[in-house]
């Protein structure tokens, strides 16, 4: 089942200009395709900027299902609340530093986990006929400033989380996982709270899996279901719902091990934009990936996913943007040099419908490591580089650039030569845990997340005074302790 989750495309939090700004860091990193919450060594992916602990040992439920309820206070410092550059004048001419409170709450009820964003059901038939793991995590960061407009942008952030599969691991399985986030961000440039980059995303994937001949052929279908949602009038254009479809065939030629071919389809609609061809870049689209390799263990220590393969997307409205065809890379690579300790490696090369311009493309990713101490300390290092290739970007004067009754627009652009944006997105993530106890936990976080880029936006009109150049590069730093009761 875990293919289906991760073939879906991470749908994005936004960028625009002014009003609709194109800040890479409003486009979610494609290399990870798997929405949902994250626990484990891919705690570092958390969605809604929910932070939260291992589970516990749980409380029973029934015969086969464990509760594990949560929640933690985290206080902690973010360096660059509006992801702004130095080099940007901004509103006060300065980069916003402020204190975060962050309580959060969470609570699951399984009878399987979920590791990456994937239930961890038998491949082989299991004695449950009902495999399932429903989540939610609760969370609102109040900003602690002496800027009036800096404390205004705290906001509520909420995950729901549902994966279950029917008859796991029999003939004929069927599978559903859904995912649903509320996210609140401030924008990528100082402006007031009204203005913001809050926005509704759900992901859902209906499967259906084959497996005759006792279980080496696997042939799986599924319907894709994504939607994107902001709640600011300003960013309508930036609405959209993909509908799409995937196929995978695996054969096993090891008892861990398989072959694996698939194709995924997508469908992007913009439900309030650009209806005809050249007034703007959020265009209705086609997207196709195909994918062959091969996915289980090599030896004792080492686990292996690498599929390569070839995308192609089809811009039917903008008769004069570029499309993508790329060759496609996805490799994930575990190494275990002792029980409690895990090295890994992921990354590639992918492409993704951009809020701001055509496509993008990713290549680069994350090299990472997890230990577990005697002691139960748990600890989590990464770090990551993405080179990103924006291509098609609004053509100013032509597409649609701005909103309208003398709002500000795109006049020009800095460093996008034939409207084409190239930006280097680099993170280090860190995670320490240390359980007290059963239920005490306390743990200290760090993200450093920047874009390195020459790319700026001038801008034209506007009222009262045309603002200044957007410059995209940022750097910004989170700091946060955390104080956890867990189950």
Known sequence: MGWVVASWIFVLAAGGVFFASGDARAEAPSLDQRPGVKVGRKAVRERGDIPRVEDGAG???????????????????????????????????????????????????????VRDGVLQSSAAKDPSKFD????????????????????????????????VEALPGRRVSVALDNTFLYISEPRNYEAGPAFNFNRLEDYMALSFILRPGGGRLSISASYLLEVLRYTNFDLVTFDRVVNGAAAEVKYRVAPKSALVANYTFHYSYYTNCCADPGTGRNEDNFAHRAKFGYRGILGQRWVLQALAGYGKGIYHLDNNGPEPS?????????????????????????????????????????????HTFRWRMFMDLSAGVISRRYAGLPIPGVDLSGPSGGQAAIGSYQAAPGFVREDLLYGVRFRLEQPFGRYYVLGLRYDLLGDVTDFAINYVGGDPMTPPPDFSEYAKHIVMIMNAVRF
């Open 132 to 163: 399932y793991n429903l989540r939610a995590a609760f969370g609102f960061r109040q900003y602690l400033s002496g800027v009036e407009n800096v404390r205004k942008q705290s906001r509520p952030q909420v995950l729901v989380d549902a994966h």
């Open 326 to 370: 790329v060759f496609l890379l996805d490799l994930n690579l575990s190494f275990y040099p002792t029980p409690r300790t895990e090295v890994y490696l992921e990354g590639g090369r992918s492409f993704q419908d951009s809020l701001f311009g055509n496509y993008f493309k990713d290549l680069g990713g994350w090299l990472g490591a997890v």
């Open 59 to 113: 409380i029973t439920v029934g015969k086969r299902s464990t509760f594990h309820p949560g929640a933690a206070l985290a206080l902690g410092f973010d360096s660059n609340v509006f992801y702004n550059s130095p080099k940007d004048g901004g509103v006060n001419g300065k980069i916003h530093r402020a204190g975060v409170l962050l309580p959060t709450a969470w609570l699951s009820l399984g009878n399987r986990e």
